[in-house]
């Protein structure tokens, strides 16, 4: 009990910027280990070849299919969670928990066996030419098999840093990550397994993650529990989770369909090195990404947990500090990588024609992060008080609304440079649909409840 009021007094009394760093900053050392082992995966890998580097990319969209059921079971459950603790209702936020956990696991196997069954129709559907097929297969294999304890860990760490329990979360994370970058060399290289051992390395590097972020929960590390008599006294609440975390499936699932699509573009007028070049600019912006996105998660249960406390000053607060930080980090970082490109992009592939496509695209990327930290903000904000429809609307902009139409249109008509330049178009885009939907809505929200209550 006495954890409970620590951890209440800690979200709703200590400083603002003190309590965003504080949660944030594990879940930014968590992206950014995940990023590092993507990237590990891309940088071994890309020494097989353009097709084995291409492969990547295509499997990555697997992936991001993953991730979006995960988040969605995850966010949805931790957005719920949050609120519910800051009523003071630990019962219900365990009840939430365990139907997220379960759902993973079942919606994970399905897909993985689905996948499995159906598995080069799917590396076709992803963006995958004939070349790229042979490495997509070996690495997805893998991808698919871990499907279920991948899942199931997206929605351990979010339920985690939505409590609070950032570091919790982050170790988990950091221990799998570590692991990847270790194996990736060892199984492809020392074992001779080829792409299958950059695949075979993530798997193993997943089921440890899932192992350590469950043991979290199973030791009491957490105020939430998990168990199967939980569940059972509310099935029906699964569908308040699915449309409290749907605006994450939807960004998610989009970047899926977005990768897909972009993977597709690029073969059909660039070949193999377009798809390689498009795969290794979008692993080196989503580690940058990653860092805004890291501090936008420390801000997520920072807006539920007072939200639901009724204190909603806290939660402008909360939401300006993370803007204003995320412009300074994320800045920080494009004023650096804009000299170095080129060099970014070498670092993956010595390719020529890889690193001129490449190179272009990603400066034109750089640029349009100065754009991110309020519509990553806005975004989380709406989905992590329960404002779906908003918070949904605003997920579908990025990698749906704005990126798919604008892929097609400038692919038609100015060919390569079409696929270089439409996710930054999109972005821009992006920021000036969102800012005034934000910004009208914080100037809305009433005074404490605290206050009122006086």
């Known amino acids: 009990m006495n954890s409970q009021v620590n951890q209440y007094e800690k979200m709703t009394k200590w400083p603002i910027p003190k309590l965003v760093i504080t949660l944030g900053i594990p879940t930014t050392i968590s992206m950014l280990v995940t990023n590092v082992y993507n990237m590990a995966d891309t940088y071994f890998v890309s020494e097989l070849g353009n097709s084995a580097s291409g492969a990547v990319g295509v499997v990555f969209g697997l992936m991001a299919i993953i991730q979006a059921f995960g988040f969605m079971f995850g966010h949805g459950a931790g ?124 798997a193993i590097s997943q089921l440890v993650g899932f192992s350590i972020l469950l043991s979290m929960f199973l030791r009491g ?69 990653a860092v805004g996105l890291g501090i936008g998660q420390g801000f997520q249960p920072v807006a539920s947990f007072n939200y639901g406390a009724g204190l909603y000053s806290r939660v402008k607060k909360a939401f300006y500090f993370t803007f204003s930080t995320g412009e300074v980090l994320l800045g920080s970082f494009v004023m650096v990588g804009l000299f170095f490109s080129n060099n970014l992009i070498e670092l993956f592939r010595d390719d020529p024609t890889v690193i001129e496509i490449g190179t272009l695209s990603l400066k034109l990327q750089f640029l349009a992060l100065f754009f991110h930290p309020l519509t990553i903000c806005a975004n989380m904000l709406f989905q992590s008080i329960g404002e779906n429809i908003k918070a949904t609307f605003l997920s579908l902009l990025r990698s749906g609304i704005l990126f798919i139409p604008i892929l097609v249109i400038l692919t038609e008509t100015v060919g390569l440079f079409g696929v270089q330049s439409a996710q930054a178009i999109a972005d821009v885009l992006a920021f000036f649909i969102s800012a005034p939907i934000v910004i009208k809505f914080l100037k809305k929200l009433p005074e404490d409840k605290a206050q009122i209550d006086r």
Not at 108 to 115: A, K, N, R
Not at 152 to 172: D, P
Not at 228 to 253: D, H, W
């Open 221 to 289: 590390k957490t105020q939430s529990r998990i168990s199967i008599k939980y569940a059972k006294e509310n099935p029906k609440g699964i569908f308040t989770i699915m449309a409290t975390g749907f605006p994450s499936f939807c960004r998610q699932g989009l970047s899926s369909i977005a990768t897909m699509m972009l993977n597709n573009y690029a073969g059909s007028v660039g070949g193999d090195a377009a798809v390689a070049a498009m795969a290794i600019v979008n692993k080196i912006t989503f580690f940058i990404f």
């Open 79 to 202: 957005s719920i969670i949050a609120r519910k603790l800051g009523q003071k209702d630990s019962h219900s936020a365990s009840v939430f928990a365990s139907l997220s956990i379960i759902a993973c696991l079942m919606v994970g196997t399905i897909l993985g066996v689905l996948g499995l069954i159906f598995i080069d129709p799917l590396m076709m559907m992803l963006g995958s030419t004939e070349t790229i097929l042979p490495y997509a297969r070996d690495y997805g294999i893998y991808i698919l098999i871990a499907a279920p304890v991948t899942m199931t860990s997206f929605a351990l760490n979010n339920i985690l840093r939505y409590e609070g329990k950032a570091f919790f979360a982050m170790i988990g994370l950091t221990i799998g990550g570590v692991l990847n970058i270790i194996g990736d060399p060892l199984l492809i290289f020392g074992l001779n397994m080829g792409v299958a051992g950059a695949g075979l390395s993530t």
